[in-house]
């Protein structure tokens, strides 16, 4: 796999692009022959889709990093750093975990590998724990109403 010694932090996808950058980044691809471009064309408008503040846009954005995952070799590194970043985004955790896992295998000692897998874990424990405290929350409300129901049919 490549080196690159500077990846984005997961709050850099958060600093949206202007539409207008986005537009170049997208004409610049278009004016390459769209699904022709270049890898670096692509994946400078994929990486600005997954900025955008548009869930469509960060969608688009993570297909444009799949494909291109696939089809080089090179670059499949950055892709598994961005598509990390791509799915934590757009909510999919499990998919972000799938990515981080697979780059951590490669790379166990990298720092900032080692930070987004650790956000990625503890996000994953987050939503766990506010699922579990949902379905304890719905089981005592339905308790509590089945005790209710009975303690009046006594009477």
Known sequence: ????????????????LMPEQIEILRSQ????GGDQASVQSRFNYAWGLVKSEV????RLGVKILTDIYKESFQRR???LYY???????????????RYVDTLYEGEPHNKQVIALKEMVEEKIQ????????????AV???ASVAAYYFRSRRR
């Open 1 to 16: 796999m490549s080196k690159i010694n500077f990846l984005p932090t997961l709050q850099d996808a958060y600093e949206p």
């Open 29 to 32: 691809v278009i004016a390459e």
């Open 55 to 58: 869930v469509d846009d960060q």
């Open 77 to 79: 590194r950055e892709c």
């Open 83 to 97: 598509l990390t970043v791509g799915c934590y985004k757009l909510g999919e955790y499990s998919m972000a975990k």
């Open 126 to 137: 987050n939503e766990t724990l506010k699922g579990l405290a949902v379905i304890t929350g």
């Open 140 to 142: 005592v409300g339905v």
